[in-house]
């Protein structure tokens, strides 16, 4: 009897130590793609946009606190919705560069992930006349340089007229008139100024219409840049512009919010591993309605064209599953612009976009 007693006080501890390493085990972790983000050059009474990424590497959701500038030279904002396990966030910075000279500007980051905060810096130059852009506007289309290549308007509701800006160099020595190609009815386009001087920077800002989006989740199309009289549409001037489109629950009752659908997903983040001379990798992943009444998946949805998606149902009853099949295609790998991840547009409140990351190993 003293035997059995002692097995069972035995089994009862190691139970309890399993129950506490998976406490311990599932946690978020914060970490930064840098510690320091050298950032080169930064012109004189220009202000300056720097994006400082970061991964949650834990298995929990990681929630933001706060985030805190080390002086009143950065204004800060931060992702304020819970970043899934695996997924990637950005910090965004503006920098006023109002004083010449070097700089180390650190911003103290507050999660859930430590009691203690991590800290992430940029440093630079602020001259008169920067020499190297290369840093800031990487993508060289010849005699135009662009900061970026892929516009993305997120969580648009109906209605809303949200604008972005292309950032661009005119690498040339003479003067540039910037002109888009194949813009969309739903976007317009604002050049400011509409001749950039040799040498210097200018902005296009886009401006979407969400009355004229047909489409709820993604809405993908391709714009391009002429460089010069006569250009012509190709790889090297496609600039990729992306607007998401959510349902609406403006209208829902207390009580039908409480009865409604929620999503659950295996996997927001899914390791597809290496190729290793195979032509396509795939993974089944399975979502659960943990909600009170019918989920109806209205749109599954990619961003990278070798990402492909097959589902079993798109209505799933309280309590049931269905499986969302993801495959990458070797063949079509690098010659995207969009990102690795899946979206989920659906009716439930609390998860009407929901993305599921993909990542290859090269």
């Known amino acids: 009897m003293k035997r059995y007693i002692t097995l069972l006080i035995l089994f009862a501890a190691y139970s309890l130590f399993n129950v506490q390493c998976s406490m311990i085990l599932a946690q978020p972790r914060f970490v ?175 401006t979407l219409d969400s009355e004229k989006l047909n489409t709820l989740g993604l809405n993908q199309t391709s714009i391009y840049l002429s460089r010069y009289m006569g250009d012509k549409i190709g790889e090297t001037n496609e600039i990729l512009v992306s607007a998401i489109l959510l349902p609406s629950f403006a209208d829902m009752s207390d009580e039908a919010l409480a009865g409604a659908p929620e999503l659950s997903i295996s996997e927001s983040s899914v390791d597809m591993g290496a190729f290793n001379g195979k032509k396509e990798l795939s993974r089944t992943i399975l979502l659960t309605n943990t909600g009170k009444s019918d989920l109806h998946i209205h749109a599954v949805q990619v961003f990278n064209k070798a990402i492909s998606v097959s589902i079993d149902k798109s209505t799933i009853r309280p309590g049931k599953s269905t499986k969302l099949k993801i495959s990458v295609a070797a063949r079509y790998m690098g010659k995207s612009k969009g990102r690795m991840r899946v979206m989920l547009i659906t009716d439930a409140p609390k998860q009407a976009k929901q993305y599921i990351n993909v990542e290859v190993k090269s």
């Open 32 to 206: 930064p793609d840098t510690d320091i983000k050298k950032v080169g050059e930064v012109e004189f009474q220009v202000p300056r946009q720097f994006s400082l990424g970061f991964t949650n590497k834990g298995d929990k959701p990681l929630h933001i606190k706060e985030v805190k500038a080390s002086c009143g030279c950065l204004d800060v904002s931060f992702p304020k919705t819970p970043i899934a396990a695996g997924a990637r966030g950005e910090i965004s910075l503006t920098f006023d560069a109002k004083l010449l000279g070097s700089f180390y500007k650190e911003v103290e980051v507050l999660t859930d992930a430590s009691d203690k905060p991590s800290y992430v810096a940029i440093q630079g130059t602020v001259v008169t006349e920067v020499h190297d852009y290369s840093a800031e506007f990487p993508i060289d289309l010849g005699n135009v340089r662009l900061m970026t290549n892929t516009i993305e308007f997120e969580d648009v509701n109906r209605g809303d007229h949200p604008t972005a800006e292309l950032r661009l160099l005119n690498a040339d020595r003479t003067a540039f008139r910037p002109e888009l190609m194949h813009l969309p009815p739903y976007i317009s386009a604002e050049y400011l100024p509409e001749d950039i001087p040799a040498g210097k920077t200018g902005t296009i800002r886009l």
